[in-house]
């Protein structure tokens, strides 16, 4: 079980995030997880990669 400290940090950890939805036709988000992860990414970082270079994001 999570410490009261421990749910403070995490709240106060994801205040600092924007949180975004899509919706994808049933069972694409298994194929998008599954090609994330042959990649060595999360699905969430997979994403976040896509979006960020096709905007010429630079980090």
Known sequence: MATKAHLEGNKRYLEKLDHITIRVQGGTKEKIKAH????????N???????????????
């Open 45 to 59: 970082a997979y994403i976040v990669d896509l979006i960020e270079r096709d905007m010429d994001v630079k980090k």
């Open 36 to 43: 994330a992860q042959q990649k060595g990414m999360s699905l």
